[in-house]
C-alpha cells in the first residue's frame, strides 16, 4: 500500500537534491535570483501607505501540492470569498510568479500576503526576500510546516507567522527572525498535538478562520510599541489561538503571572511559556513581563472572542 507521508517526503528530497545540485536550495527561482539583504532597504515601500484595505494574497503550495497541500486552496477560495485577491500556485515557479507581483505592485501598489505550506512555505519567505531586494515590503508572511531549508525572516515583512511541527521530517522548518528584524513575529510548534499531522496541519478551519481575520485587518491593525517576538509550543487539546507577537508590561503591586493573564484575557500556559516562573508567586512591582497580543481584536474566532482588552 502507498504511504502518502512517504510518497511526499521522496518528492520533496529528490526536488530539494536537483536545486542543490543547481547550486541553491531553492528550485523554485526559475531564472536571475535577486540577491536577499540583511538589512532593510532605506527606500523600502510601505503598502499599508496605499489605501487598498485588503491587498493581493499570493498562496502555494507543497511537494505534490494538488494531493496534500488542498488545504491551500480551501483557504484562497475563502479569501476570494471575503474579497480579497487572492490565487494558488505550486512552489515550483515561485520565482515567475514574484517577478509578476512586482510588476502588478508597480502599477497598483496594495498590500502583499504570502502564505506556503511545506515547500510552498519555502517559497513564501524566498517571496519575501525578493520583495525586499526590489524595495517592497510584504505585509504578512504565513509558513505552515515549511521545509527545514527555508531562511530567516528578512528584514522587509511586517508580520510573520510561523505554524510547524518541529518533530516532522515533511515540514518541520523552525523559521526565525533575522538579526535586527522589527516586526510582529509569531512561532506555533504544533507538535504536541497528535492530531496535527504534515498533510493536514494546512487544513484547520481554526487556523483558516484567524488568518482570514488578520489579513482583513491589515489595512488598520497597528500594534502599539517595539514588538517582542513569541516562540511557543502549543500544549494537547489547548485551542490553536494565533497571536501576532508579544508586548512587554510591567508588574503591579500584587501581581503574579496568573493575575496578569487574566487582566490580559490570555490562557495562563501562554504567559508561563514566555515568562519562567511560578503562576501564583507575587511579582517584583515593575518586572517586565511578556504578553501575547493581536494588533486588533478579533471579532470572533471559532465561535468565540479570543483577543485581550489592555487593563
Not at 485588503?54 to 471575503?82: M, Q, V
Not at 515550483?92 to 510588476?103: F, G, V
Not at 487544513?203 to 482570514?212: F, G, I, R
Amino acid at each position: 500500500m502507498i504511504n502518502p507521508a512517504r510518497v511526499a517526503a521522496i518528492v520533496s528530497g529528490a526536488m530539494l537534491s536537483i536545486a542543490l545540485i543547481r547550486g541553491g536550495p531553492d528550485p523554485a527561482m526559475a531564472g536571475p535570483v535577486a540577491a536577499s539583504t540583511d538589512t532593510a532597504p532605506a527606500s523600502l515601500i510601505s503598502p499599508q501607505q496605499t489605501g487598498e484595505l485588503h491587498g493581493r494574497a499570493y498562496l502555494f503550495r507543497g511537494a505534490l501540492g494538488p494531493i496534500f497541500s488542498r488545504g491551500i486552496d480551501s483557504l484562497t477560495e475563502k479569501l476570494e470569498n471575503a474579497g480579497i485577491e487572492a490565487n494558488v500556485y505550486e512552489f515550483t515557479i515561485c520565482r515567475l510568479i514574484a517577478d509578476r507581483a512586482i510588476k502588478e505592485y508597480r502599477e497598483n501598489p496594495a498590500p502583499i500576503i504570502l502564505i506556503g505550506h511545506s515547500m510552498g512555505g519555502f517559497c513564501a519567505v524566498k517571496f519575501a526576500e525578493i520583495l525586499g531586494a526590489e524595495g517592497i515590503r510584504a505585509s504578512l508572511v504565513v509558513a505552515i510546516d515549511p521545509a527545514h531549508v527555508t531562511p530567516d525572516v528578512p528584514l522587509n515583512v511586517d508580520r510573520f507567522i510561523n505554524i510547524f511541527l518541529s518533530k516532522d521530517v515533511l515540514g518541520g522548518g523552525d523559521v526565525r527572525p533575522r538579526q535586527g528584524y522589527r516586526g510582529h513575529y509569531a512561532s506555533f510548534d504544533l507538535s504536541r498535538h497528535r492530531e496535527v499531522s504534515h498533510i493536514n496541519i494546512e487544513k484547520m478551519d481554526a487556523v483558516h478562520e484567524q488568518l482570514l481575520e488578520k489579513i482583513l485587518q491589515l489595512a488598520t491593525a497597528k500594534g502599539e510599541g517595539d514588538p517582542v517576538p513569541i516562540r511557543y509550543v502549543v500544549p494537547p487539546d489547548m485551542p490553536i489561538e494565533l497571536w501576532d507577537s508579544g508586548m512587554p508590561v510591567f508588574a503591579r503591586p500584587g501581581d503574579s503571572l496568573q493575575s496578569i493573564a487574566a487582566a490580559y484575557h490570555v490562557p495562563l500556559w501562554s504567559i508561563t511559556q514566555l515568562n519562567k516562573g511560578p503562576d501564583s508567586t507575587p511579582l517584583v512591582p515593575g518586572e517586565r513581563i511578556v504578553v501575547p497580543r493581536h494588533l486588533m481584536p478579533f471579532v470572533e474566532v471559532s465561535g468565540q472572542a479570543v483577543a485581550a482588552s489592555p487593563r
